[in-house]
């Protein structure tokens, strides 16, 4: 991609609207403009990286054996007024009439809805479990929106949904989430400690929540030290194992949220307790029978018998992880983005398109890059150096070339790594040997 | 994937509530589920089929040179207010009152939001032309919804919009809408004639409109015959060259949608003219300064002078060409998908799974294929070989192969081009080697 073509209106002032490091970054480098309070369009940059988290959070939930549908934004109220939610949600959700004077509502979640897509389709105890789970556009109408994608109302979640015979099975289906919650973080360059959390609105018996460590994040946790050093990542562990001890493991220890945190255990803990902000990430719930009691999802047991089935639902959100991202990673000068999210792998800069050699040799740097399948954006704009390392560094991504017409004299470039920041010069051949590794 | 672990729950009845084929066959197929008039729930099968629509046709709005966002689905109401189209749009627009008793919309269409993004972005000619595009969830309240996907409330859309410094620049934009257009519908393997069209709602100066030819098409066009041999495919056209002949080629001879044939020129052409039913599956509109003028879309020229941007819209209903492609190709037993958008590629039957060697085969097969990147799915289920030949001539796959106790003593299968109709006794080894090609 030419930057000179793309559409990435960065700004240089800091937008007063911002009151956090990632609403602020992601305004400036023009990956996001605000339409509305709390309701942002995604412009070319920031629509990449959802992409790419949207894509490792997806591939994670086929692999784990989870089935991807889509369910519409616009519900009918009647599922929600069985469910009872339709009067506990309160103004959060989105209530619309419809022309034929219908209550509908925007979803802020879907239990309702795909528990009456099971009841209609699923008869038999021989069909459990189904694993089901869609990645769409949600909208909670927060009173005050803020932390700009982070706490925005219209939100992209993959929320998923389990459906078993018995508790038992539910809570295998439950340890499988867990754990491709946190293999799917692993993947994003993120750790998230996995806390006990509560059931909210959502209702249920059990519930975890997954948090990252942020300076700058919304809430205050506190764990036990271990969770800081130990390896969440999962990465060798199979889903038709028994799961359980692998989630012993990851809970054993006291980690707690804000409102689950116990003053008792933590004075017993002393020294082991550790506190930090933290930003959630994902949260789980087992519920029962809660919503297929009242909306009719049941199947035939092995005897003939009518069983309700037992549920649990699974969120990850996916716009809110760009914000928490940039939250966990960035510097003064802008994002640093994790290898596997990064909207382009290298930044290429052209220090003065005017020069011949500078250019000759951009060109062959960016065209030999790209069909490659590097994914390389070129700064060829007519822009003094200043202003383009300034946006390169704002947009963060992992590898800078930058090439000027004294060095490229001698045939060598400069090669910067924005996360450890180190700068080499050295030739172009060593630097896109390097790149293209 | 294994048919007994696969969310598709078809249906052997006719659902009262579909009128036209494509509806039924969805519904049966397990593609969708209503959730209310209008509103559909994508299944896994459907899903599958609507995500290689929705690839495709980024693909080509990628190779135009077009730069995908992502705009949100509710949009505040005083955009709308300022194009003067809030009071225009009547009660097809799904309207809005939020907590804090602002007017919003669920977006329709997104001429304004994309305008005012281009206002706040772009402030020089020399950043011209910008292509900019999305797919995204659209609502509108039909007020009889109906057709199913074909005209349902909430649908997906791919709009594209340009911005170009004069009406001579904004034309070359429009004409190569209009071919990645013509491109896009060949790859999907369908013709589209691209014929004269109204600009309703949209406004402005020209239009086309691109209608497929189905038995059960919603409204009757009329066309000079030549179109219908015509190679509409382009396949070897670039987007740098002159498209303007390549445009007066393709629409040059008379094609007219419902509301713009012209009896007196039908007369004229006597035997040269057809009449067809049609369904539309694009539509492109040039309308000049309608909306930069209203909402500030301006830059400055050569000379400094403020210019009001010359735009167009382009739209193509992603989730109305599943129902269009089934309305074009489909037989009295179920679908026949085009190759580029058949959820699978094979439909492997096994027809008696307690059958040890015809289990083996087949499962040999499955992993072979699998392996291979070959999507597959494998009807393992514990069910009648009717039942299994009926579900799978229902989902339309281009290829089965099918696996029997008495054909695997002697090695032998049968191979099933649901297309043609063929049907071959071949060795397993021939069948996989045909399909692995």
């Not at 802020?108 to 528990?115: A, D, G, K, Q, R």
């Not at 999210?341 to 290429?348: C, N, T």
Request: aromatic content about 8%; charged content about 30%; proline content about 4%.
């Amino acid at each position: 991609m030419r930057l000179s073509k793309y559409f990435l209106p960065t700004l240089k002032e800091n937008p007063g609207e911002a009151q956090v490091i990632s609403h602020r970054l992601m305004l400036r480098a023009g990956m996001i403009r605000q339409s509305s309070a709390g309701i942002y369009s995604w412009l070319p940059l920031g629509l990449r990286v959802l992409k790419k988290i949207e894509a490792i959070v997806r591939e994670e939930q086929n692999s784990m054996g989870n089935q991807e549908i889509l369910m519409p934004t616009i519900q009918p109220a009647d599922i929600w007024r069985k469910s009872g939610r339709y009067d506990d949600y309160g103004p959060e959700m989105l209530r619309i009439i419809d022309r034929h004077e219908r209550d509908m509502l925007y979803g802020p979640t879907n239990e309702e809805l795909v528990t009456e897509i099971f009841a209609n389709s699923i008869r038999s105890y021989k069909d459990l479990p189904q694993l089901l789970y869609h990645i769409q556009w949600k909208f909670r109408d927060e009173i005050r929106p803020r932390f700009g994608v982070m706490r925005g109302r219209e939100f992209l979640m993959k929320d998923a949904y389990s459906f078993d015979i018995n508790s038992e099975e539910a809570r295998c289906s439950y340890n499988k989430y867990f754990i491709a919650y946190l293999k799917t973080y692993a993947s994003l360059g993120l750790k998230a400690i996995p806390m006990t959390a509560d059931t909210g609105p959502i209702g249920g018996n059990m519930s975890h929540e997954f948090l990252i460590i942020a300076d700058t994040g919304e809430s205050e946790i506190a764990c036990h030290r271990q969770y800081l050093e130990m390896d969440l990542s999962c990465q060798d562990i199979d889903y038709n194992q028994d799961l359980q001890p692998v989630i012993h493991r990851y809970t054993e220890k006291y980690a707690a949220t804000d409102d689950k945190r116990d003053p008792a255990i933590e004075k017993a803990l002393g020294d082991d307790v550790r506190t930090a902000r933290g930003i959630e990430v994902g949260h789980i719930f087992y519920f029962g029978t809660k919503y297929s009691e009242k909306l009719g999802a049941k199947v035939s047991g092995p005897k003939g018998e009518e069983i309700a089935v037992e549920m649990g639902s699974y969120g990850i959100g996916v716009s809110r992880l760009v914000g928490a991202i940039i939250e966990a990673s960035h510097d003064d000068k802008g994002i640093i983005w994790p290898k596997a999210v990064a909207p382009f792998k290298v930044g290429l800069i052209n220090l003065n398109i005017s020069d011949r050699d500078c250019t000759v040799a951009c060109e062959k740097a960016y065209n030999d890059l790209d069909c490659a399948g590097i994914e390389v954006i070129y700064d060829d704009r007519e822009a003094r150096p200043g202003a383009k390392f300034a946006d390169m560094d704002l947009i963060g991504l992992p590898w800078q070339l930058i090439v000027g017409p004294r060095g490229i004299k001698t045939g060598s470039v400069e090669l910067k790594n924005r996360i450890s920041g180190e700068r080499e010069e050295i030739s172009m051949e060593s630097a896109l040997t390097r790149l293209l590794d």
